[in-house]
């Protein structure tokens, strides 16, 4: 029997109407657009507004998309996994909402959590239930409201973080397309450095920590910068190494959209030329997990089959890892 792989055959996404500028987190706290874009490459970022929307919201609009541009019956999904590091709920899981409400009555349904490498971590997991030739479609929605977590009296974070939410359909194939290879890591050492104090059952909510704020993103930016850049440049470059490419064999590299200044040292790591990096970190800002996806949906009119894309993420944890795509189809808009 030939080998099956799992390869993404559409891809959905949403990202909210309202924009918040560079101008407006000046008004919010003490920092200059100058600042935030020499530090980080953000000159905006879309926020989904309504506090009463959460990130099943913007997944439910990526995926109904998803199933439009692909004319599949959402019946006929096997499976929906979904990586988030802000589901709507602690409980039931996120995926369950967005199954119901985009009529994938017949997939199971389960999130992931690998907080920015959520991506990553998620795509590999996803192709997995492909691979064992038991399940035929597979969506995989990748996203964050992460305007709910983020602290706006706090300069050093507040101009990150927005909202997106992006969505791919992996289906079986025999031909040497799709999820070819995937390195994941993790580093527990990293917690200190960067995470939400309290929320979950080590720390229950209480006057006292919301008081303290401490449902927010706590991170030590020189810390999480320094391993961010080694880490994600390694790991890129260990998945290259161990598939036997070459610089000139690479299509396109897709980072995660953290800090402008990690992905130019990626990218100078791996000696591939700018043009080849998909950046949109100025519009968006990190979205988290969605920060891949909708990179990949914004390209996808330009990629072509057979296409070599190397994926790239860091996140909290500390998780990273890196996924070898050779893209299956040519992209066109829709």
């Known amino acids: 029997m030939n080998k099956l792989n799992a390869v993404i055959t559409g891809i959905g996404a949403y990202v909210p109407d309202d924009v918040l500028t560079n101008e407006d987190i000046c008004k919010m706290v003490d920092t200059t657009d100058e600042w935030i874009v020499t530090r980080v490459g953000i000159k905006e970022r879309r926020i989904l507004l309504d506090r009463n929307l959460g990130m099943s919201y913007m997944a439910v609009h990526a995926v109904n998309r998803l199933i439009r541009k692909t004319g599949i019956d959402p019946e006929s999904v096997d499976g929906l996994i979904c990586a988030t590091s802000t589901g709507d709920y602690p409980f039931p899981p996120t995926s369950s909402i967005i199954a119901h409400q985009t009529g994938c009555r017949n997939a199971f349904a389960f999130d992931v959590q690998g907080a920015c490498a959520g991506f990553v971590y998620g795509l590999e997991t996803a192709a997995n239930y492909i691979r064992l030739g038991r399940y035929k479609r597979i969506i995989f929605v990748a996203g964050d409201k992460m305007t709910a977590i983020t602290d706006y009296t706090d300069r050093s974070t507040c101009p990150l973080f927005g909202d997106g939410c992006g ?60 391993r961010a850049v080694s880490d994600m440049a390694d790991v890129a470059s260990e998945i290259v190494a161990r598939n036997g490419l070459v610089k000139d064999d690479i299509d396109w590299i897709v980072p995660h959209q953290a800090n ?4 130019d040292a990626a990218a100078r790591r791996l000696e591939v030329d700018a043009g080849k990096v998909m950046v949109n970190i100025q519009r968006y800002g990190n979205t988290s997990s969605a920060t891949i996806p909708l990179c990949l949906w914004e390209w996808e009119d330009r990629l072509r089959k057979g296409d070599n894309l190397i994926l790239a993420a860091f996140g909290a944890g500390f998780t990273w890892g890196a996924n070898y795509v050779k893209w299956g189809y040519d992209g066109a808009k829709a």
Request: no cysteine; charged share 25%.
């Open 167 to 226: 969505a791919v359909l992996l289906e079986p194939t025999t031909e040497p397309y799709g999820v070819i290879d995937t390195i994941l890591k993790t580093n527990g050492e990293g917690f200190p450095y960067l995470h939400m104090k309290a929320g979950g059952s080590a720390r229950v909510a209480s006057h006292e920590t919301v008081d303290n704020r401490e449902h927010t993103v706590y991170q030590e930016g020189k810390a999480v910068f320094k």
């Open 260 to 263: 402008l200044r990690i992905i």
